[in-house]
């Protein structure tokens, strides 16, 4: 068994290597170091308290169960873990709201909730993320009202194209532009500003 | 499919606000383009990801951290059951054949009957071989259960230091506010006594 001060000094990437071998003490650090966060996404979608922190629970719960399925050649944690925990989120809320009836099985948690990163993607930490946490906002304000608006209903609120098309009374067509040009922006002032 | 067209389909796929049709065709090329954008569609993944550090942050209750370490703990058995797997993908498997070599050779002793001169297999060999084989048996039997043992006390080492860590320094705290507690309440008997010697002598 790890010691605690041990794995603090480790990074995320080591942090899972160790979970692969069921160490509670690197579970633990992971779920310090991203409690914050993750509770923040899942609070944003599924605002009340107690069913986002019994979500949250699920979540570290699939991580241990799961483990096997987090790719070491990318090892990008911080976007696993965030896309991982938006992924049960979603389907929590429509499983809700019926928009979800499949029964909940280990394979439909292999193919929806755990995230399917590219095998090309840039690893990339919590730490070094919460540090462009300004970069980010900044990038964010700078997009207009319906650009962040169009990426909060898509992201946080889970609704696809129609649900979005229908709600704003615009055709689906207009959203797809919308998000891609929103998204586009976005990514544009953030890899200006790196 | 031309680059910019599946750029533009990770946009969406990315914001989960991709349609079926939609769906269909960026998964068919990413099956069979070879110069799919995979590069681009992990920057565009990391940038999903970053919306969320825009947010205000929120914290959880203290006590949702021994609500999860509890719900693993009731995973012990699942994850017993993944241990074993793992060490027996580890294992080499020669202990399973000689196994199976000796069954072999005591099945084709009983089964083919043929008369056994004495000489060829005294019956005290054969009784020797199946008692070696039994040694062997009872050997192989142990250190399975040995193994399972130590799967057994490894899952409850992890979970009770888990535990260990979580409650022992609130045990720690509450041991030590009894003792202070006991200590008050004697003092306070013994003031209550000397009062009442007091009283009684002055009375």
Known sequence: ?194 | MEKKKAIDLIKLEVLDCLNNADAETLSLSKKVDSDFPWKELGEYQNLAAFLSVALPLEFPVSELKDKVALKLYNMRDEIKAKLDAKRKQDEPPVLIEEETEIIDEEFIVEETNVPVIEEEISPLSVSGRIEQKRTEEISAKSDLRNKATYDKELVEKTVKEYFKFHFEPELKSIRNSMKRNFFISLTLFAISLILIVILFVMG
């Open chain 1, 1 to 194: 068994m790890t010691d605690l001060s041990e794995v603090k000094s480790l990074t995320d990437a080591e942090i899972m290597l160790k979970i692969t071998e069921y160490d509670s003490k690197a579970l633990e650090q992971l779920y310090d170091r991203y409690t914050p966060l993750l509770y923040t996404l899942i609070k944003k979608i599924i605002p009340e308290k107690e069913s986002a922190e019994e979500l949250l629970s699920e979540v570290f719960v699939i991580i241990w169960r799961q483990i096997d399925h987090f790719d070491f050649s990318t090892s990008n944690v911080y976007t696993w873990m965030v896309t991982l925990a938006r992924n049960k989120a979603i389907d929590v809320k429509n499983r809700s709201i019926s928009k979800v009836t499949e029964e909940y099985t280990d394979d439909y948690e292999k193919e929806k909730i755990l995230p399917k990163l590219s095998p090309e993607i840039e690893s990339v930490d919590l730490e070094e993320v919460l540090g462009m946490k300004e970069k980010i906002e900044g990038a964010m304000k700078s997009l207009t009202d319906a650009q962040r608006y169009v990426i909060e209903l898509s992201y946080f609120e889970g609704l696809d194209e129609s649900g979005i098309a229908e709600k704003l009374k615009i055709p689906s067509s207009t959203v797809k532009s919308k998000l891609q040009v929103a998204i586009g922006n976005l990514m544009k002032k953030i890899s200006k500003t790196n």
